[in-house]
């Protein structure tokens, strides 16, 4: 069974830009969530995304945004790059009724 | 709101000896328990998962943890570490709730050395 991939692996941009991460479940899981890993920050919940809807969103500027595609697929767009956006990103999903995540390999965003 | 505690940020050990990572939580209702490993450069891997029932959980390569729910902790073990186990240590609550979101503790790194 394939886990979860993103794409790209890294990511570079300079202040100001937009990045798109992207994300694609596991096979049968209809739940994708968001996680920010910065230096010295921990794992801070972004978004969580069920069947195309947003469920729940963390505590960031409404300029993290993103979206779940029909084929349970997501996308994290992040508009107006900050230096301190610069971070790992990581993707998890989830199955039905199932409480566990399974994580990505996650996206390295650098911004300079 | 759920909160995780990982009580200490480093755990030195030496190669077949026998570890514990300490993990406390603070929540108001029911939750969902788990630790994840993350090797560098890499994504969370899921060691085991307390949901319901015994509160002894196995998981894999050798871990295990007790859920306790009187002193709000989950504890992971293992009773002897190879190299191989070094690696950063993620405990994590996900409450009972609709709310979908795992609150993660901020990770202790643990040095097996030879």
């Known amino acids: 069974e394939a886990g979860v991939t993103q794409s790209p692996t890294h990511l570079i941009k300079t202040r100001g830009q937009q990045a798109t991460l992207r994300c694609s479940p596991i096979?049968?899981?209809?739940?994708v969530y968001w996680y920010q890993q910065a230096l010295g920050l921990g794992l801070q919940f972004l978004l969580w995304?069920?069947?195309?809807?947003?469920?729940n969103r963390g505590n960031f500027p409404p300029r993290f945004s993103g979206r779940q595609f029909p084929n349970y697929s997501s996308e994290l767009n992040v508009n107006a790059l900050e230096l301190e956006d610069s971070a790992l990103y990581l993707c998890?999903?989830?199955?039905?009724?199932?409480?566990?995540?399974?994580f990505g390999p996650g996206t390295r965003l650098t911004v300079t | 709101a759920q909160s995780v505690t990982q009580l200490d940020s480093q755990v030195p050990v030496f190669e077949e000896a026998p570890v514990e990572l300490r993990c406390n939580y603070s929540?108001?209702?029911?939750?969902?328990l788990f630790w994840y490993v993350q090797y560098p450069n890499q994504g969370l891997q899921l060691l085991l998962k307390y949901l319901s029932g015994s509160t002894l959980v196995k998981g894999i390569n050798g871990f295990e943890a007790e859920f306790n729910k009187s002193q709000t902790s989950f504890h992971l073990r293992k009773p002897s570490v190879h190299i191989s186990d070094t690696a950063e240590y993620f405990c994590a609550v996900r409450e009972n709730t609709n709310a979908g979101k795992s609150t993660f503790g901020d990770g202790t790194t643990l040095t097996v050395k030879p």
């Open positions: 929540s108001s209702v029911s939750v969902y």
């Open positions: 096979s049968g899981h209809t739940s």
């Open positions: 995304y069920d069947e195309g809807e947003e469920r």
């Open positions: 998890a999903s989830g199955g039905q009724g199932r409480y566990e995540q399974y």
